[in-house]
């Protein structure tokens, strides 16, 4: 079965940054699209990044000019490079991905983590 564990989360300060990773695993064909969602207690899940097989990049009008996202297709991984951090992005990070697999019988399929917590505070 297809995998997506993300890593890299964490406490930091107001105005520092984090580098979020998401490895895909398992019998991957081609992967279509990578990004990054989040959840904040008490809100719904919001659409942070994402990147296309291509390199074409799209973000949420929060963080444009603080994050960005980028991807190593060999290693079937996405990053999230997250700067000037503020307590309103605290949030679970969910790393997602459409991708083609043996398992899905060549449709494209829609695959999402675990998440993991990225906390902003002093």
């Known amino acids: 079965q297809v995998q997506l564990v993300e890593s890299g989360g964490g406490l930091v300060q107001p105005g520092g940054s984090l580098r979020l990773s998401c490895v895909a695993s398992?019998?991957?064909?081609?992967?279509?699209?990578m990004g990054w969602s989040r959840q904040a207690p008490g809100n719904q899940r919001e659409l942070v990044a994402t990147i296309t097989r291509g390199g074409s990049t799209n973000y949420a009008d929060s963080v444009k000019g603080r994050f960005t996202v980028s991807s190593d297709t060999a290693k079937n991984t996405v990053y999230l490079q997250m700067n000037s951090l503020k307590p309103e992005d605290t949030a679970v990070y969910y790393c997602?991905?459409?991708?083609?697999?043996?398992?899905?019988?060549?449709?494209?399929?829609?695959?999402w983590g675990q998440g993991t917590q990225v906390t902003v505070s002093s």
């Open positions: 997602h991905s459409d991708l083609v697999s043996a398992y899905g019988l060549g449709s494209p399929e829609n695959y």
């Open positions: 398992g019998r991957i064909f081609s992967i279509l699209t």
